[in-house]
């Protein structure tokens, strides 16, 4: 079973690419760059990745993040992920990028998106991965500076699919974005949202709502609400799920307690992914085995949740033509 996991194809469609920072690449570039970290080695990176909640996974990942700063880190960045989704029969994947992360430390815009489209387009070449780019906005900061990160990124347009929401959640609800929802719908963007981590429930309902997006990321709450519970499985909507992430960041205490089973027999349209991978220990194929042991998955569920992150893809009708 554990052959069959790892090979078989899927769609990875909620990765964080500046979570997949490895320590060995966070240290390298932080000498290159000269930037001072708080670890003297590369152990001491990893016994700091003991997290309490989100927020105290934050702090550490918006601190690893300020090693990257030419195009070509973030370029180094983004292929070290590619080449893993290479091993663990990746085909397509969907990744998220928080531009105000870097602006806001005085990188262009423009080194932050050529340089993870590079590798992008590299990977396609050498690996035939196909992908596709998501913006956040970083909900901790106002509605106010995701306009003007909207803004900054009309000019690469074509090259992002979709606008995401991420950051803190508890005290940043999606209402706290509906108008640049709004104007990005207009734009034609797609619509994904953070919801339901470890806020509650009703955080889902208001990206349905006044959001309108097309996915949900996390959605673990939804398990306190029988009518959203129906109304998840009566849309069909995605749930983009991160077992390892909720485990780390203590949203469920073992992964035995997580209900991705329970959701998935409810019938609603889940999905495994990896969040973070460098800081929660596993990526992909690594999350589709800690549920599988855990919760004893069949390999008809297996198929199902790959199945579901190719048909929850942003993939369009002519691209699905190669995967036929
Ligand atoms: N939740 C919210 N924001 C994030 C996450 C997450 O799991 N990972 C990176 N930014
Ligand atoms: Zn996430």
């Given at each position: 079973?554990?052959?069959?996991?790892?090979?078989?194809?899927?769609?990875?469609?909620?990765?964080?690419?500046?979570?997949?920072?490895?320590?060995?690449?966070?240290?390298?570039?932080?000498?290159?760059?000269?930037?001072?970290?708080?670890?003297?080695?590369?152990?001491?990176?990893?016994?700091?990745?003991?997290?309490?909640?989100?927020?105290?996974?934050?702090?550490?990942?918006?601190?690893?993040?300020?090693?990257?700063?030419?195009?070509?880190?973030?370029?180094?960045?983004?292929?070290?992920?590619?080449?893993?989704?290479?091993?663990?029969?990746?085909?397509?994947?969907?990744?998220?990028?928080?531009?105000?992360?870097?602006?806001?430390?005085?990188?262009?815009?423009?080194?932050?998106?050529?340089?993870?489209?590079q590798a992008l387009n590299d990977a396609k070449n050498e690996f035939k991965?196909?992908?596709?780019?998501?913006?956040?906005f970083l909900r901790h900061l106002s509605q106010e500076d995701a306009f003007?990160?909207?803004?900054?990124?009309?000019?690469?347009?074509?090259?992002?699919?979709?606008?995401?929401?991420?950051?803190?959640?508890?005290?940043?609800?999606?209402?706290?974005?509906?108008?640049?929802?709004?104007?990005?719908?207009?734009?034609?963007?797609?619509?994904?949202?953070?919801?339901?981590?470890?806020?509650?429930?009703?955080?889902?309902?208001?990206?349905?709502?006044?959001?309108?997006?097309?996915?949900?990321?996390?959605?673990?709450?939804?398990?306190?609400?029988?009518?959203?519970?129906?109304?998840?499985?009566?849309?069909?909507?995605?749930?983009?799920?991160?077992?390892?992430?909720?485990?780390?960041?203590?949203?469920?205490?073992?992964?035995?307690?997580?209900?991705?089973?329970?959701?998935?027999?409810?019938?609603?349209?889940?999905?495994?992914?990896?969040?973070?991978?460098?800081?929660?220990?596993?990526?992909?194929?690594?999350?589709?085995?800690?549920?599988?042991?855990?919760?004893?998955?069949?390999?008809?569920?297996?198929?199902?949740?790959?199945?579901?992150?190719?048909?929850?893809?942003?993939?369009?009708?002519?691209?699905?033509?190669?995967?036929?």
């Amino acid at each position: 079973m554990l052959d069959f996991i790892n090979n078989i194809p899927k769609a990875e469609l909620h990765l964080h690419i500046e979570g997949s920072l490895e320590p060995e690449l966070m240290f390298s570039l932080a000498q290159k760059n000269n930037i001072k970290l708080p670890y003297k080695n590369i152990q001491e990176v990893k016994d700091a990745y003991n997290f309490t909640n989100l927020q105290s996974f934050l702090d550490l990942y918006y601190n690893g993040a300020k090693v990257l700063i030419t195009q070509q880190d973030f370029y180094d960045l983004t292929f070290e992920y590619l080449k893993k989704c290479h091993k663990q029969k990746i085909l397509h994947t969907e990744i998220f990028f928080d531009p105000q992360t870097h602006t806001h430390r005085g990188i262009e815009f423009s080194t932050v998106l050529n340089g993870i489209k590079q590798a992008l387009n590299d990977a396609k070449n050498e690996f035939k991965i196909s992908s596709k780019l998501i913006m956040c906005f970083l909900r901790h900061l106002s509605q106010e500076d995701a306009f003007k990160t909207l803004e900054q990124a009309l000019e690469f347009k074509e090259d992002i699919i979709a606008i995401g929401l991420d950051s803190s959640e508890i005290g940043n609800p999606p209402s706290k974005f509906e108008k640049v929802f709004k104007k990005a719908k207009e734009l034609g963007f797609k619509l994904v949202a953070h919801a339901g981590e470890e806020a509650s429930y009703e955080y889902i309902n208001e990206a349905l709502d006044l959001l309108e997006v097309n996915r949900i990321d996390h959605g673990v709450q939804a398990i306190q609400n029988e009518q959203l519970m129906k109304r998840l499985k009566q849309m069909q909507i995605a749930l983009t799920v991160c077992p390892l992430s909720n485990t780390k960041l203590k949203v469920f205490e073992t992964m035995q307690e997580h209900n991705i089973k329970k959701m998935l027999d409810f019938g609603i349209n889940v999905t495994i992914n990896s969040d973070d991978p460098a800081y929660f220990g596993g990526y992909l194929n690594e999350n589709f085995i800690a549920v599988y042991k855990a919760l004893d998955l069949s390999k008809q569920q297996i198929i199902q949740l790959a199945k579901n992150s190719f048909n929850s893809s942003f993939i369009s009708i002519e691209e699905k033509q190669d995967y036929i």
